[in-house]
């Protein structure tokens, strides 16, 4: 791979203690059913009198500390001539190597990887997924030497990587360590897939069997890598992986340089829900390609691979990144506008049933992502930057469409972004409103007050009206009674998971471990909604549970519900206005255009 974007990164970047020597790593996988590799690292010839070698405390794409060290045993480092150096652990994921004499020094260790579900590290008898932060240790004295890996694993795996191979398809090459971290290798029993569209290469490596349709799958994806250009003016790569986990117990995706990991239940892949849970995860790594992988915010730039890397803006680098899959499966016919609207509309109710969108904003919940917790108080009293970045996306895209008449998008401004602020270059808020000023020749400022530094108050009755949408309940839906809590059916109890701040069991007293015993001296039935079904909204009930293991009692006054949710639907007397700012939104024509 012709890495322009990495040199650019590397020419910023600190100047290393030996120029243009390698780093050699090694990774030995003799033991893959207990899940172990013996690694050897090997740095060039240094004359500091100690050298720090570190593994990483986070991997990129996951904005959480990770305990990666504690699968590290065996650490043996030694001179050139083989003879053990003394050395001392300074911190949970630092080595100091003491070095007497200049020498190139060696490093041997074995890793524990048993972690699928965290993508970085993980070994079986049937592959192993490598990611260098979960396996391979560095030195910030030499991060940015050429980097070289080579794999001695079983006879019948195959090994890829977005990495270009050295001299054998067990072996990499990369320009620096920053490259190696964000490009993961899957080695084992796969299947590997390989097309080409526009000039550029792709791959599709599937580890694990599972209802999966692979020619379906290929069919979507050389369809949607063709969507740069609804977006960008280039494209930043040209080789790319996909790589599929169809498995159990793990689930989610992460982004890397030149390639994705993507990580499902192995029988969530055969119907059309679950099969577009798949390909609009697919579009979600691909575009980030751009966002995050080719521009982010500062913070981020470079990485920090042993520290917390803030930013108030990781609402744009994964919120937008989550807004823009819909306009890319649309646009390429992947995804139906009547399958956009149903994702929308789940989008939509899931903040309106976060009472945390009244607490915390997005510049907030940004800077908070390595802390925030979920659960029932991260439900009440936060947000998160995947659902509102994706909302508030769409509310300045809308909101550019109609103060431009159609001409300027959210999209003109990650092109700007991209082509502006490619790294090694970060950007922050500043930069954002001056490419907003730039495209409209308005000011920026006080919208971002109101919906990126304050919670958002959202009309989406009105926002989806410009574009010839409604937000409404569906014919037929019924009031019912609520007490504004989610329980899970615990035997012959029902266990509140959820009690929403401000709800009718919040004022009362109730929270989340309450055991529901009885209503009005009932016993509960296998939920909540059958549960409740007898009773009307506005009347007082008696509630029986357990807490702390004593039965206790409180009244309550149930609330009202509905028994179907609001959802997204074209509107059938939508404007010629509306429908030409629907098209020039997502980029097809308006589902009731008739012309």
């Given amino acids: 791979m012709k890495k322009l974007l990495v040199l650019s990164i590397c020419a910023a970047l600190s100047a290393s203690a030996s120029a243009f020597a390698d780093v ?46 504690n699968g590290v045993r065996y650490f043996n480092p030694t001179d050139k001539e083989g003879n053990s150096l003394k050395w ?35 070994i079986d008898d049937s592959h192993a997924f490598i990611d260098a932060s979960g396996f391979f240790m ?12 080579n794999l001695d694993v079983p006879k019948q795996w195959r090994s890829v990587s977005g990495m270009d191979n050295l001299d054998s398809t067990h072996s990499f090459k990369a320009a620096n360590y920053d490259v190696l971290v964000d490009s993961p290798i899957e080695t084992g029993i796969n299947q590997l897939h ?15 069997e599972g209802n999966y349709d692979v020619e379906l799958m290929l069919r979507d994806l050389k369809k949607l890598v063709t969507t740069g250009n609804v977006i960008w003016d280039s494209y930043p790569y040209e080789r790319y992986v996909f790589m599929v986990h169809a498995t159990s117990g793990a689930g989610g995706a992460t982004e890397h340089l030149n ?11 055969g119907s059309r829900e679950d099969y577009l849970g798949f390909i609009s995860t697919a579009a979600h790594e691909f575009i980030h390609t751009w966002n995050v992988k080719a521009y ?11 520290n917390m890397n803030y930013s108030k803006l990781l609402w744009i680098a994964e919120g937008s990144t ?11 016919g992947i995804e139906t506008t009547d399958e956009f609207f149903k994702g929308l509309t789940k989008t939509i109710n899931r903040h309106l049933q976060t009472p945390g969108r009244e607490v915390q904003s997005a510049s907030e919940t940004s800077f908070d992502k390595w802390i925030n917790q979920g659960g029932d108080h991260g439900r009440n009293y936060s947000t998160n930057i995947y659902s509102e ?12 469409l109609e103060k431009t008449a159609g001409k300027v998008s959210y999209r003109d401004v990650h092109k700007a972004l991209y082509n502006n602020h490619k790294l090694p270059a970060g950007f922050d808020e500043k930069d954002v409103l001056s490419i907003l000023q730039n495209l409209t020749g308005l000011d920026y400022s006080d919208w971002w007050e109101g919906h990126v530094d304050s919670p958002a108050n959202i009309d989406f009755d009105e926002l989806l009206n410009k574009v010839g949408l409604i937000f409404e309940r569906p014919k037929g839906a019924e009031a019912i009674a609520s007490i504004d809590a989610v329980a899970k059916n615990t035997g012959q109890l029902l266990t509140l998971t959820h009690v929403q701040r401000g709800g009718s069991a919040w004022k009362a007293g109730l929270t989340t471990n309450d055991k529901i015993v009885a209503i009005n001296k009932l016993h509960v039935n296998k939920d909540l909604k059958s549960s409740l079904e007898t009773f009307k909204p506005g009347d007082k009930v008696v509630i029986d549970f357990i807490r702390r293991d004593a039965l206790q009692s409180l009244t309550l006054v149930l609330t009202e519900k509905f028994d179907k949710p609001k959802k997204v639907t074209a509107n059938l007397q939508a404007s010629e206005k509306q429908k030409a700012l629907f098209k020039a939104w997502m980029g097809v024509e308006h589902p009731n255009d008739t012309k």
Avoid: C
């Avoid at 970045?389 to 550019?400: A, H, T």
């Fill in 24 to 69: 050699n790593y090694s990774l030995s996988i003799e033991q893959p059913q207990h899940h172990l590799g013996d690694v050897r690292v090997q740095f060039p010839k240094s004359a500091q009198a100690h050298l720090d070698i570190k593994l990483p405390s986070w991997r990129t794409g996951r904005y959480e500390i990770l305990n990666l060290a």
């Fill in 88 to 122: 001392e652990k300074i911190d949970h994921s630092t080595w100091r190597v003491h070095i007497d004499t200049p020498t190139e020094v060696s490093v041997g260790y074995q890793v524990y990887a048993n972690e699928l579900g965290k993508r970085a590290r993980h």
């Fill in 138 to 149: 560095f030195s910030e004295s030499f991060r940015q030497e050429p980097i070289t890996v």
């Fill in 194 to 208: 390989s097309f080409n569209v526009d000039g550029r290469e792709y791959e599709l490596v599937i580890w694990g």
């Fill in 259 to 269: 390639s994705t990991i993507i990580q499902r239940p192995r029988d969530r892949f």
């Fill in 296 to 306: 982010r915010p500062n913070g981020l730039v470079p990485y920090d691979y042993t």
């Fill in 322 to 332: 989550s807004y823009f899959e819909d306009h890319l499966l649309v646009r390429s």
């Fill in 389 to 400: 970045g994706s909302l508030l996306s769409m509310v300045l895209d809308i909101d550019l």
